[in-house]
């Protein structure tokens, strides 16, 4: 989410005179991925824990975010 939300070389800082909460990162997030379309490439998704896979389903219903799932199979 912080790659999505932050610009080339800003810091994410939870603390401090520029505190950022999770939801403004998020809310960046959403409203750089409307601006800028990207396709999000997910490798290995089965490994993947469910607070991330809903994440990446609020980012598909807030912001249109297409995503594809790659899952190896042995």
Same mark, same amino acid.
């Given at each position: 989410?912080? /790659? &999505?939300?932050? /610009? ?6 939870t ?6 909460? /999770?939801?403004?990162? *998020?809310d960046?997030?959403?409203?750089? #991925?409307?601006?800028?379309p *990207?396709?999000? #490439? #997910? ?6 824990? &469910? ?6 389903r ?9 995503m594809s ?6």
């Amino acid at each position: 989410m912080q /790659a &999505l939300a932050l /610009a080339p070389g800003e810091k994410w800082n939870t603390h401090g005179r520029n505190w950022m909460s /999770a939801a403004e990162l *998020y809310d960046r997030a959403v409203e750089r #991925i409307r601006q800028r379309p *990207y396709l999000l #490439i #997910i490798d290995e998704a089965d490994r993947l824990r &469910l607070d991330c896979f809903e994440i990446m389903r609020d980012f598909w219903d807030d912001a249109r975010l297409p995503m594809s799932w790659w899952e190896m199979k042995s």
